[in-house]
């Protein structure tokens, strides 16, 4: 199965959603992972490279070729990170995804992007639309501040998107995990930002 994770909008955390999941899936379910990197910074591309120096278990070599991306055939999960500066390797990406997965940070500015990428979405797939599962990224850890359940609320409305009720958080152990090569449940199989990549995990898979 081939999940793009994306958005139109940066800053929403598209690579470490990416790198992390795709360390969970390798790590806990009896699949290969192939990982391909389009967005030009490549940020994911970086934190797999200090993975693979480092030595640690499993090594995945990301890609960059859009003109390799394929379902691999089964027992194989796919993940493509997609950067917006690069609109014909998003849209080949879109094309052939089976979902497209969204981080969407707290922002009424991140929801209008996010309205804006799904409605890119049915352009390019008409009606052969992939699934489309939304999630809040970044979120809010304070209980007074109230964007991250109002931006859940308001595309709750969509109806093309499925909005999951999982959420990763704004948690130093995210921008660690980049830093380390190392997925947050690696650095600490305790800490809340693993049991919430799990959490995530678990409902994707």
Known sequence: ????????????????????????????????????DFDPQATLTDALEIRMEDGYQPIIIPKNQVTDLTKEGENTEVFVDIGMSDMDAMKIAIQKADRVIIPIAPSQADVWSTQRFINMIIEIRGLNM???????????????????????????????????????????????????????????????AALEVEALGKVLY
């Not at 994306?6 to 598209?14: A, M, Q």
């Open 1 to 36: 199965m081939i999940s793009v994770i994306g958005n139109l909008k940066g800053g929403t955390g598209k690579s470490t959603v990416a790198f992390n999941l795709s360390l969970w899936v390798a790590t806990n379910r009896n699949v290969h992972v192939v990982v391909y």
């Open 130 to 192: 992939p699934d489309v599962i939304g999630f809040m990224n970044r979120s809010d850890t304070h209980v007074a501040v109230r964007e991250t359940d109002e931006a859940f609320t308001a595309l709750s409305t969509l109806k093309v998107i499925k909005m999951l009720n999982e959420r990763l958080y704004q948690r130093t152990a995210y921008r660690r995990s980049f830093s380390e090569g190392l997925a947050v449940f690696e650095m600490n199989a305790k800490s809340k």
